[in-house]
């Protein structure tokens, strides 16, 4: 923590990386379809009214987290990691433009680091712009760029505590596999609004995960917090 002189105020500024979760919104297209049912209303008429929701998706819905469970038998569950894991420095790497289906190799992400810099125990965040065709579409649900189990390995061998891509899928079951045996933390469906890519890294990452016990995976709130001394 930095020294503060008296009078001086830390302000904070959060930008948020999540997507929206609604009724029938895109999501992996394995996974049964959202289902937001409104089960009471004010519209009901009774003497006293309530406006409530039941909620009916998969664990990994929105913006969300992969726990080892996931894709290992055996795995740890969200319990078994602390929550302190789910936030850290981060990069975020522009692959604005990329082609559809394109493979982000550990040559690509050699190529988008910084000279000299490291990712020991950072988030990087993977922008492909799928994020912004957010649709039941052909190319949302099945073209998108993908991190390839070499480009998970090196990730691994460079310490990155978690990885992150504005998809539904980070990548296949080999990337899912090598990424969550280390762990290297999984965060899929993030959106990245265009002011993230003139901020200067490391970056300061929360994903924490909503409480669900022994679970795979959870909804999380991704966000980038800004602190500035004003
Ligand atoms: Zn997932």
């Known amino acids: 923590m930095a020294q503060r002189s008296p009078g001086e105020q830390l302000t904070m500024r959060i930008i948020d990386l999540s997507q929206p979760v609604f009724n029938d919104c895109?999501?992996?297209?394995a996974h049964p379809p959202v289902q937001i049912d409104i089960i009471d209303s004010h519209a009901s008429g009774a003497a006293e009214t309530w406006h409530m929701e039941r909620l009916t998706f998969a664990s990994h819905t929105g913006?969300?987290?992969?726990?080892p469970l996931?894709?290992?038998?055996n795995g740890k569950s969200l319990d078994d990691?602390?929550?302190d894991r789910w936030q850290g420095p981060a990069r975020i790497f522009d692959f604005r433009g990329i082609p559809a289906r394109h493979p982000i190799s550990a040559d690509l992400l050699n190529e988008r680091l910084p000279r000299g810099s490291s990712i020991h125990d950072m988030f990087i965040l993977l922008a492909t712009g799928w994020g912004w065709k957010r649709?039941?579409?052909?190319?949302?649900?099945?073209?998108?760029p993908f991190l390839t189990q070499d480009g998970a390995a090196w990730l691994?061998?460079?310490?990155a505590r978690g990885v992150g891509i504005d998809h539904w899928s980070i990548g296949d079951a080999a990337t899912h596999a090598t990424l969550l045996?280390?762990?290297?933390?999984?965060?899929?469906?993030?959106?990245?609004?265009?002011?993230?890519?003139?901020?200067?890294?490391?970056l300061e990452f929360w994903a924490l995960p909503i409480h669900l016990r022994a679970h795979s995976g959870a909804p999380c709130r991704p966000v980038l917090v800004i602190r500035d001394q004003a």
């Open 81 to 83: 990691i602390p929550l």
């Open 181 to 202: 045996a280390r762990p290297v933390l999984i965060v899929e469906e993030l959106h990245f609004p265009p002011e993230v890519f003139a901020l200067e890294g490391p």
């Open 63 to 67: 913006s969300h987290v992969d726990a």
């Open 26 to 29: 895109p999501n992996c297209p």
């Open 156 to 159: 691994v061998e460079h310490n």
């Open 135 to 144: 649709t039941k579409s052909q190319e949302w649900l099945h073209d998108a």
């Open 70 to 73: 996931h894709k290992l038998p």
